[in-house]
């Protein structure tokens, strides 16, 4: 069981890395499963569903990042540089009213994506899960990150701060963000940041809007496959499944850090060839194997 252990650090930091970088993170742990497939139970129908699991709950280690990182930014309550109160006395003192609306945008930007990932999870994990799909949305997105970027090479942004967001721009990220629930490969952020570039919002802010969208969608996509799964856990599967998620938040500390930094100085395009470049290797794999057998 040494070496599933082993498994689950390298995909812990598979998941650290493309989680937040717009490659997709589900693309990636689909291809590396091809290669490097966990296996914690003799039952092939149990091991198949505990991956399953695994590659969506393994998630909560990299958010856990993102509420490290932006603590201040994403906790509302508190009088302490309290510099937008929702009162000036009272109980409102308490409460942070720039954070609070942030919050309802990103709530709005979610409902798309709820509601039909509610409705069509096991249909979409059936149909879609698979990595020709993966692979054509790779290049897909990653076509649309270069063609976006050289559009926008003299456009100055609208939008320059997250609190300059309307509900209106939430909304549409929110759709763009559906995008990615029906497409695995598409890339969570790549498909909001791509739709936050179009409507004029920052590389910085769309970014940092992504990250946020990031942390309910995460945890109710996680919540949802651990009320789901029914294989039950031995202690070695619950050993497996959380040192990923601890590698995947290590990793998501340096790998957030570093796009943050990134941006400031560059664009999107450099990720957009790597997409183009690895679903091209990932059709070409796929389809000899095809062939092959």
Known sequence: MIWEFIKSIILGIVEGVTEWLPVSSTGHLIIVNEF????????????????????????LGAIMAVVVIFWKKLFPFGRKNNVHPFKQEGVGAYIKADIMQMWFKVLVACIPAAVIGLI????????????????????????????????????????NSIDELTYRSALIIGGFQL????????????????????????RTVAAEFTFYLAVPVMFGAS?????KYDGGFTGTQVGILVVGMIVAFAVSIFVIKFLMDYIKKHDFKVFGWY??????????YFGIRTIKY
């Open 179 to 202: 995008i990615a629930a029906l497409f695995p490969g598409t890339s969570r952020s790549g498909s909001t940041i791509v739709g936050a570039l179009m409507i004029g919002i920052s």
């Open 223 to 227: 919540l949802l496959k651990l009320i």
């Open 120 to 159: 069509l999870d096991e249909w979409i994990d059936e149909h879609f899960y698979n990595p020709w799909v993966v692979a054509i949305a790779l290049i897909v997105f990653g076509v649309a990150f270069i063609v976006i970027e050289n559009h926008n090479k003299h456009t100055k942004a609208k939008i």
């Open 36 to 59: 490097l497939k966990l296996n914690v139970s003799s039952d092939p129908e149990v091991n198949d569903a505990f991956i399953e699991m695994f590659d969506v709950v393994i998630q």
């Open 275 to 284: 997409r183009i470049v690895l679903g091209a290797l990932v059709l070409a």
